[in-house]
T-cell receptor, first 116, second 110 residues
Framework: EADIYQTPRYLVIGTGKKITLECSQT?????MYWYQQDPGMELHLIHYSYGVNSTEKGDLSSESTVSRIRTEHFPLTLESARPSHTSQYLC???????????????FGEGSRLTVL | QKEVEQDPGPLSVPEGAIVSLNCTYSNSAFQYFMWYRQYSRKGPELLMY????GNKEDGRFTAQVDKSSKYISLFIRDSQPSDSATYLCAMSSGNTPLVFGKGTRLSVIA
C-alpha cells in the first residue's frame, strides 16, 4: 500500500474562501504531482514538482498554486474558491529514477472539493 | 483529436467472463503503456506496465500493446466481483508526463 496521504478527504466550502489541500508522502520520492479528476473525464495534470523548490504547471490551466519546501510535502492552495473548482484532486508521487514519464505513480486517495 | 481515447462504458459482465478493455492513441512517440485500476473513492493504483510493443501477463491480467495500430488492450480472465472498478489506460513518451484515458467503469456481477 502506498504511503501517500491527502487531507481533507472531503471539503464543502463557500465561494471566495481560501483553501489548502494537503499531500504528504513517506517514501522519500522526489517527484510529486497534482491531478484533477472529474466523473467520466481524463485525469488532468495541474501541477508537478521534481524536487524541493521546483514547481511546474501542468497541461490543465488552474488557478491554484503549489509549493515544495520539503521533499515529503506538496500542498495545493486555492486563494479564492469558486464553484468551477468543484472536483476531485489527486496527489501522486514517484521515485527519482522513475516517475510520471515512465508511469509508476503512487496516488493518494484524493480530496473531494465542493464549492457552493 | 484527443491523444488517448478510451470508451468510458459502463461495462457490465457476469462473473467468470473474459473482459477486454481498450485504448487507442495518436502520438507515435508513446513508448510506456500502463493500466491503472481505481476503486470507488480511492486513488488509482498501477496494475500493468508495458514498455514498447508486446504482451505482458500477470495472473489473470494480460496487457497487449500494438504500436503499429496505436492500440492497447487489457484482458481480464475469470473476472471476479472484486475486479469491479474503473480501469484507466495511461501512456508516455518518456519525456513528458503521463497522458490518461477517461477510464472504463467495469462491473462484474456475481
Amino acid at each position: 500500500e502506498a504511503d501517500i496521504y491527502q487531507t481533507p478527504r472531503y471539503l464543502v466550502i463557500g465561494t471566495g474562501k481560501k483553501i489548502t489541500l494537503e499531500c504528504s508522502q513517506t517514501m522519500g520520492h522526489d517527484k510529486m504531482y497534482w491531478y484533477q479528476q472529474d466523473p467520466g473525464m481524463e485525469l488532468h495534470l495541474i501541477h508537478y514538482s521534481y524536487g524541493v523548490n521546483s514547481t511546474e504547471k501542468g497541461d490543465l490551466s488552474s488557478e491554484s498554486t503549489v509549493s515544495r519546501i520539503r521533499t515529503e510535502h506538496f500542498p495545493l492552495t486555492l486563494e479564492s474558491a469558486r464553484p468551477s473548482h468543484t472536483s476531485q484532486y489527486l496527489c501522486a508521487s514517484s521515485e527519482r529514477s522513475k516517475g510520471a514519464n515512465t508511469g509508476e505513480l503512487f496516488f493518494g486517495e484524493g480530496s473531494r472539493l465542493t464549492v457552493l | 483529436q484527443k491523444e488517448v481515447e478510451q470508451d468510458p462504458g459502463p461495462l457490465s459482465v457476469p462473473e467468470g467472463a473474459i473482459v477486454s478493455l481498450n485504448c487507442t492513441y495518436s502520438n507515435s512517440a508513446f513508448q510506456y503503456f500502463m493500466w491503472y485500476r481505481q476503486y470507488s473513492r480511492k486513488g488509482p493504483e498501477l496494475l500493468m506496465y508495458t514498455y514498447s510493443s508486446g504482451n505482458k501477463e500477470d495472473g489473470r491480467f494480460t496487457a497487449q500493446v500494438d504500436k503499429s495500430s496505436k492500440y492497447i488492450s487489457l484482458f481480464i480472465r475469470d473476472s471476479q466481483p472484486s475486479d469491479s472498478a474503473t480501469y484507466l489506460c495511461a501512456m508516455s513518451s518518456g519525456n513528458t508526463p503521463l497522458v490518461f484515458g477517461k477510464g472504463t467503469r467495469l462491473s462484474v456481477i456475481a
